[in-house]
């Protein structure tokens, strides 16, 4: 079971990039999901998420009108699409998948992927 992301690197401020996230293992269909990010000497924040109920999506107020995060069940992939990039969007990217079992809702999280962003 295991959460892998690609697609993260060095851009211009302004500029865009998209992080992908392929899960194996499981199904992500079943899993509510999200991005998260870590910038250096900072706490991990919650970017954005798609609720398991309704498909309904949630965004941080800093990245709200710029990030775009999708599903494709298909590929069992889950993206997060980067317009309008700002200096303070660099960080490390995780996605996260949530689930529930008996014991509880649980968590797989993404290695992480840096994205900088040149001001």
């Known amino acids: 079971v295991q959460l892998v992301e690609s697609g993260g690197g060095l851009v211009q401020a302004g500029g865009s990039l998209r992080v992908s996230c392929a899960a194996s293992?499981?199904?992500?269909?079943?899993?509510?999901i999200g991005w998260f990010r870590q910038a250096p000497g900072k706490e991990r924040e919650g970017v954005s998420c798609?609720?398991?109920?309704?498909?309904?999506?949630f965004y941080a107020d800093s990245v709200k009108g710029r990030f775009t995060i999708s599903r494709d069940n298909a590929k069992n992939t889950m993206y997060l699409q980067m317009n309008s990039l700002k200096h303070e969007d660099t960080a490390v990217y995780y996605c996260?998948?949530?689930?529930?079992?008996?014991?509880?809702?649980?968590?797989?999280w993404g290695q992480g992927t840096q994205v900088t962003v040149a001001s």
């Open positions: 798609i609720s398991l109920s309704d498909g309904s999506t």
């Open positions: 996260n998948a949530r689930g529930s079992g008996m014991r509880g809702p649980f968590d797989y």
């Open positions: 293992g499981f199904t992500l269909d079943y899993y509510a």
